[in-house]
């Protein structure tokens, strides 16, 4: 199944569109790869995968003329009057024109190429025509706004095909989409290809795309000479899986076991996309981050106590000489994730036999969560109904070892925004649709006599409200263009709109549901089953640094900020974690029940049965652009104990004093007061 054809050296009639021939490109003084050799033939689907810093995106530069190399030679398109197009990660949709109007983009760069755009209603004629042929033609008359990720990539990959290109290139287009967004834009684009045979080339992280998309996949692998170049059987792309696996044995080690039937070429049966998607270890091979934290921090960095020393709830002394584990920590840049940047940053991971290199940041929840299921990261925060989805929808085994925190996010809106119903005919932001952000903003929609709507026009007179999907760390800019009334998001994103002068706090989601969990800390639930010790330290370390930052929350401030964990301004993080003068807040409307005495975010580990219970029945009132067949399905109440791992949660919070180190008692009623 490996293609050892050299370049050249096709079979007649199959003159490849484009060839790289020993190339090499050195970068800054660092050899990005060297002797590489390619040629594409036309109509096929070339994946290229590889871990990051093997230079998948300097050879797509290469192709697309962007980058000359350091030695060799690159033959392309556009050297015998054909063309090239490239989409990348972000879809680069114009917000003020459709869907449409933007493919229409694709004809205009050809116009401009010289081959005459033509009469406008040919063009649009041409456009609608392609839309329909690529089972898109619903998007048309959307506003970019109102697409969801896996739609503007489609839109995004529309625009480049309209341009009739020679050779089509994907820099990683489907890496910041949810899993199941993901696998059906995947099948999406297979069906294209298929269709229209356009030569295509993507470059991917994910083993599991690169097989399930690749005709032939090709491997880049950093200090390796050349391409590693597989081919699949026709449609047996199960088989090129299983091979691409056995060449990457060699490197997985004795810590990942590998099927016998990969290394001995037995046949395994095709999979479904759900068990693609779920491709056990393969992710674990290949760097997943979308961004990793690469900050120089300031001041101690490792999992050495920092200049408060010792963590006085470390609990007993560990033996210096005992083996250690290693947790790789995955964040979003949220003050969410703090007690898992502190328990690194303050020793007290390291104090319980833990190794944590550098946590890895992440721009959006889809990139972390799988990296999670891929077994890039370890353990991680996450929204609490993103657990409970991962578990019960999509399969994927995952638990609960504590609460990260209780409260710390807002609604955030236009300065001219006073009321909820001022934001009837607009459209509104959400970091994810599995969040509690989105439970407790349609709670708010609902008691204003509102409805959230999703993919449809807003309107004042029917007082609907469109939600899209935004990662957080594009909030603030989407408020401060206009592009959105507002969003509902974790701190300090809330703060940042504040100190920037963008947006006002309508109403703090602590103030709807008191004292509701946002972030929970989840690890896969191998860890809790097979090395429930681990899991243990794990969680205790965890809840130590909760109680930490309570005893200082101006120290935590401080680190987060000052260490390189959170890039937002130390105002923003500091407004968050130490500001807690409320009177204005009540003033404005943004506290109804300055009664209940909350902080902006709390800190308490404690995993209440009941909360996770209303949760459940909350979620299933809320309009969310998935299939939720599956909240039907599951029993709230025995939600609590399948998800969290109960006696890990509970002997962790005893390792630190106790419920009423956190002002915590073990049972509470919620409390959903919109």
């Not at 090129?240 to 490197?251: G, K, N, P, S, V």
């Not at 120089?296 to 033996?319: H, K, L």
Request: glycine share 10%; net charge negative.
């Amino acid at each position: 199944m490996t293609d050892t054809t050299p370049p050249g050296e096709q079979t007649p009639g199959s003159a490849p569109i484009a060839e790289v021939r020993d190339a090499g490109v050195v970068r800054g003084g660092t050899e990005v790869f060297s002797g590489l050799d390619l040629a594409l033939l036309p109509g096929e689907l070339l994946t290229i995968v590889g871990p990051s810093g093997a230079g998948k995106s300097t050879l797509l530069s290469l192709l697309s003329g962007l980058l000359a190399p350091t030695a060799g030679t690159v033959r392309r398109p556009e050297d015998e009057g054909g063309s090239t197009r490239v989409v990348f990660q972000d879809a680069h949709l114009l917000p003020w024109r459709t869907a449409a109007e933007n493919v229409r983009l694709g004809l205009e760069y050809r116009a401009n190429g010289g081959h005459g755009l033509g009469h406008a209603r040919d063009a649009d004629a041409t456009v609608a025509a392609l839309l329909a042929d690529l089972g898109i033609a619903e998007l048309a008359d959307r506003l970019p706004v109102q697409l969801s990720g896996g739609q503007a990539q489609r839109v995004a990959i529309a625009r480049a095909v309209a341009a009739r290109p020679s050779l089509l290139l994907l820099d990683e287009p489907f890496s910041a989409l949810d899993p199941l967004t993901r696998a059906d834009t995947q099948a999406w684009l297979r069906r294209v290809h298929e269709h229209r045979g356009l030569t295509t080339v993507l470059v991917t992280h994910d083993l599991a795309e690169a097989a399930r998309l690749g005709d032939r996949v090709a491997v880049l692998r950093p200090g390796r000479e050349g391409l590693h170049i597989l081919s699949s059987d026709g449609d047996d792309h199960a088989a090129l899986e299983a091979e691409l696996l056995a060449r990457f044995a060699d490197e997985i080690g004795d810590d990942e076991p590998v099927d016998d039937a990969v290394l001995t070429g037995a046949p395994k049966p095709a999979r479904s996309r759900r068990e693609f998607l779920t491709l056990a270890g393969a992710g674990a091979l290949l760097a997943l981050p979308v961004v990793a934290a690469g900050t120089v921090r300031g001041g101690s960095a490792s999992a050495e106590p920092n200049a408060g020393g010792v963590n006085p709830d470390a609990g007993p002394a560990r033996d210096p000489d005992a083996p250690r584990d290693t947790l790789r920590i995955g964040y979003l840049p949220i003050t969410d994730a703090a007690p898992l940047l502190l328990a690194h940053d303050s020793g007290a991971f390291a104090e319980r036999g833990i190794d944590t290199p550098t946590p890895t940041l992440f721009r959006g929840w889809a990139p972390l969560v799988e990296a999670l299921q891929a077994g890039s990261v370890d353990i991680v925060h996450l929204l609490m109904p993103s657990a409970m989805q991962l578990r019960y929808e999509a399969g994927v085994p995952v638990s609960v070892l504590a609460w990260n925190h209780v409260n710390g996010s807002a609604v955030t809106v236009r300065p001219d925004v006073t009321d909820i119903a001022q934001l009837a005919g607009t459209t509104f932001a959400v970091p994810g649709w599995y969040s509690v952000h989105n439970v407790v903003f349609q709670q708010l929609l609902r008691d204003a006599g509102l409805t959230a709507v999703i993919n449809q026009e807003p309107s004042v007179e029917a007082g609907t409200v469109q939600l899209v999907v935004l990662a957080p760390a594009d909030m603030p800019a989407a408020l401060g263009a206009g592009s959105v009334s507002g969003y509902i998001v974790a701190e300090p994103f809330c703060a940042v709109a504040e100190v920037q002068g963008v947006g006002r706090i309508l109403r703090f989601t602590g103030d709807v549901w008191r004292e509701h969990a946002c972030c929970v800390t989840v690890v896969r639930e191998d860890l809790v089953t097979g090395d429930p010790d681990l899991a243990q330290r794990a969680a205790d370390a965890v809840v130590a640094a909760q109680r930490l930052i309570l005893d200082d929350r101006a120290a935590a401030a401080e680190r987060l900020s000052a260490g390189g964990y959170l890039p937002q301004s130390p105002e923003a993080i500091a407004k968050v974690l130490v500001e807690h003068g409320e009177e204005h807040y009540v003033e404005d409307g943004a506290i109804h029940h300055p009664e209940w005495e909350q902080s902006r975010i709390g800190f308490q580990p404690y995993a209440y049965p009941s909360y996770t219970e209303e949760l459940v029945r909350q979620m299933r009132l809320t309009t969310i652009d998935a299939d939720t067949a599956w909240l039907d399905r599951i029993d709230p109440a025995a939600v609590h104990t399948d998800l969290v791992a109960v006696d890990i949660n509970e002997r962790a919070i005893d390792a630190a004093g106790g419920l009423s180190q956190f002002g915590a008692t073990a049972t509470r009623t919620e409390q959903v007061q919109p």
